[in-house]
């Protein structure tokens, strides 16, 4: 979805130096949660462009232009530019998406938010509760009601941090007795060992000011937590942790237990990994796979792409192969056909959206002599945009024409196969993909049809 960096430096010596370092380097290390849009505030200026962020030098340029300077600085990445206009009259960092919009105008602190968009109309009404009517668990209530994820607001020279209650989204504080960092992510206390990292718990609440220091204003009880699922699968670093365990061995598991569900009869030779942030799960499921099947190689894999989840300008270069391949008929993906020839290969992908990326795949293992190719999906059917990010909302999901048609995942893999072109697809169901997490399937958020879209018994 997107990613959050705050900075406050509480030092004496103010160093705007400091803040900027910080910032711009815990945007670098975020930049796999939002590769089309960036945007960075501090003081009262902010500077914004699409795409990866540029080098130190022109970087430095463009902040010596703006004279960017401050003890307080916010950043925030996209995989796509702002959905609400508001974002470009408020310094508001946003991740996660808003529900049960439709009615705001009818509240009574709406006033001049009325005519605005929803993000606007909910930091309006917010900061009306939070220091005109001086209600800090009004404010932060009325905040849960409408936010799935977590929110950063920079208001002058403070800082307001909300996370939603259910813990939809994770998000981290760290610090030492300087500087305090806000994160959507702990991954980042691989580059700042000097700082502190602790959950921001759901519900709290926090601002940071240099009156005050950290106030934690709020913490709310007794909501059901809710976690996203595509944390799991790929939004998160793969060395981000999650209670005692790394990203990147949940995942590995997530593959290991997904093989127990995939029929021996398939009688696999080998699978392979794509994009390359399902490596993880290829290797947890071929791990397993080799115990039980006679003829199967791991290998590192048998096809090599070049928009995979490694290259910053994903979202740009993917439709560049896709330009390519209409316009050339040739692919940027190339296959090592000494692997795929007369073989039986499973294709391990993160989530199909549109399908279209998946069909080039088959495609291709097909035209270099691949006997049956199989799609294992480590992710549950997308059918609603908001599971793999709002950048999604819009697109023509493939499983999305099927809602209300089926009420087990075999049918739907048998309609969706043929759509692909694979001989088979096997997607991951709610209850198989918590196991693999380690987690109560209560604990993740699904809409509500996919929570009951299981494989029969």
């Excluded at 020279?157 to 981290?172: G, Q, Y």
């Amino acid at each position: 979805m997107a990613g959050i960096v705050a900075i406050y430096d509480f030092g004496e010596n103010k160093n705007p130096e400091k803040v900027l370092s910080y910032l711009i380097t815990g945007m670098r290390m975020l930049q796999h949660r939002g590769k089309a849009y960036w945007k960075m505030m501090i003081g009262n200026k902010v500077i914004e462009n699409k795409g990866a962020i540029p080098p130190d030098d022109v970087l430095a340029t463009t902040i010596k232009k703006q004279n960017l300077t401050g003890f307080c600085g916010l950043g925030y990445l996209s995989k796509r530019s702002p959905h609400f206009p508001s974002m470009n009259l408020i310094n508001i960092s946003l991740d996660g998406f808003l529900v049960d919009t439709e009615k705001l105008h009818t509240h009574p602190y709406i006033e001049s938010a009325k005519s605005l968009d929803p993000l606007y109309q909910i930091y309006y009404i917010f900061m009306k509760l939070i220091n005109d009517r001086k209600n800090s668990e009004l404010a932060a209530e009325f905040l849960d009601r409408h936010l799935r994820g977590n929110l950063v607001i920079k208001n002058r020279d403070e800082l307001i941090v909300f996370r939603n209650s259910t813990a939809f989204k994770p998000l981290f504080m760290a610090s030492n007795d300087k500087i305090v960092m806000i994160s959507s992510e702990n991954s980042l206390r691989i580059s700042y060992p000097n700082l502190k990292f602790l959950n921001i718990q759901p519900g709290q609440l926090i601002k940071l000011d240099r009156k005050s220091y950290i106030n934690s204003l709020v913490s709310l009880e007794g909501r059901k937590i809710l976690l996203d699922p595509f944390e799991f699968i790929r939004e998160s670093h793969v060395t981000s942790m999650f209670g005692d365990k790394s990203i990147y061995s949940i995942r590995k598991n997530i593959g290991r237990v997904q093989a127990d569900y995939v029929p021996v009869e398939m009688d696999l030779n080998s699978i392979y990994a794509e994009p390359d942030y399902t490596r993880p799960m290829a290797l947890g499921m071929g791990l397993k796979l080799q115990k039980d099947l006679s003829d199967f190689e791991i290998s590192e894999g048998i096809i090599k792409d070049r928009y995979d989840d490694s290259d910053h300008m994903i979202d740009f270069s993917e439709q560049e192969s896709k330009n390519k391949l209409l316009t050339t008929g040739k692919s940027l993906k190339f296959i090592i056909e000494n692997l795929t020839k007369n073989k039986k290969i499973a294709t391990i992908q993160g989530t199909i959206q549109t399908g279209s990326t998946v069909r080039e795949t088959v495609y291709y293992l097909k035209k270099n002599g691949v006997k049956r190719v199989y799609v294992i999906v480590c992710y549950v059917p997308t059918i609603d945009g908001r599971q793999v990010g709002l950048y999604t909302q819009n697109r023509d999901l493939l499983a999305n024409k099927y809602i209300g048609k089926i009420s087990n995942l075999e049918r739907l893999n048998f309609y969706v196969a043929p759509e692909i072109g694979s001989e088979k697809i096997f997607y991951n169901s709610p209850s198989i993909l918590a196991k693999g997490i380690g987690i109560s399937e209560n604990k993740l958020w699904f809409p509500e049809w996919i929570r009951f879209l299981d494989y029969e018994k």
